[in-house]
């Protein structure tokens, strides 16, 4: 089966720029995730999405972050504007309905590596 | 909260050597434990996992058991292999925190096998 794709893999902005990034989970997960992992550390969940409703985004700067999960597929994540800080790989991932997963069991996709500069 | 502490890396070993990596965790529930590796250039992929005390979770010839009375799922390698180089997290999903199911991981350890 085909995992999570993300897009773009990198992306180098100035900051006070804006930027977005794309996510399809894998087919038939009704649960997706954003994550930010700073170099040098484990992810940090940003957003959880269940179908197109948000479970929890406790962690996500909402003064320069947005996300949405239209339709409860595809999701995208906004940065605006950005700040050095915000350099780091954004993961996505799916989990939830698909039988045989165990209870908090995610699957992430390849990540967007952003520069802030 | 919850919280999730790794070993300290980086970590280098030669081939065939013991691994180790040890992970232990703070938790309100009772959780469902974790270890994700990501080799160079790739993402997060689910090494092993195990959900109820005393449960071990194998994989590659990786294993970990979750104790419970001292709160650790340490990960280990009876003979590591070059090709396990990577970075490794250990991570915990609590069912009684808000947004159930979420991941909460440790800093990683970054693991060199040298041949």
């Known amino acids: 089966e085909a995992g999570v794709a993300q897009s773009p893999r990198y992306k180098i902005i100035e900051k006070r720029q804006s930027v977005a990034f794309w996510c399809n989970p894998i087919s038939g997960h009704a649960t997706l995730y954003w994550y930010q992992q700073i170099l040098g550390q484990g992810p940090k969940l940003l957003i959880q999405?269940?179908?197109?409703?948000?479970?929890?985004d406790s962690q996500l700067p909402k003064d320069r972050f947005s996300a949405e999960r239209l339709k409860g597929v595809d999701s995208t994540l906004k940065i605006q504007p950005a700040k050095l800080e915000d350099s780091a790989v954004y993961l996505c991932a799916s989990g939830g309905s698909t039988s045989g997963t165990t209870y908090g069991e995610q699957y992430f996709g390849p990540g967007t590596r952003l520069t802030v500069t | 909260g919850d919280s999730v502490t790794q070993m300290e890396g980086p970590v280098t070993l030669s081939e065939e050597a013991f691994l180790t990596i040890n992970c232990t965790y703070t938790a309100t529930g009772y959780p469902s434990l974790f270890w994700y590796v990501q080799y160079p250039g790739e993402g997060l992929q689910l090494l092993l996992k195990?959900?109820?005390?005393?449960d071990k979770g194998s994989n590659k010839g990786f294993e970990a058991t979750y104790r419970k009375e001292t709160t650790s799922f340490h990960l280990e390698k009876g003979s590591v292999q070059v090709s396990d180089s990577a970075v490794y997290f250990c991570a915990l999903s609590d069912p009684l925190i808000q947004g159930a199911q979420k991941l909460v991981f440790g800093q990683g350890t970054r693991l060199t096998i040298n041949p």
């Open positions: 999405f269940q179908n197109n409703g948000v479970v929890d």
């Open positions: 195990a959900t109820k005390a005393d």
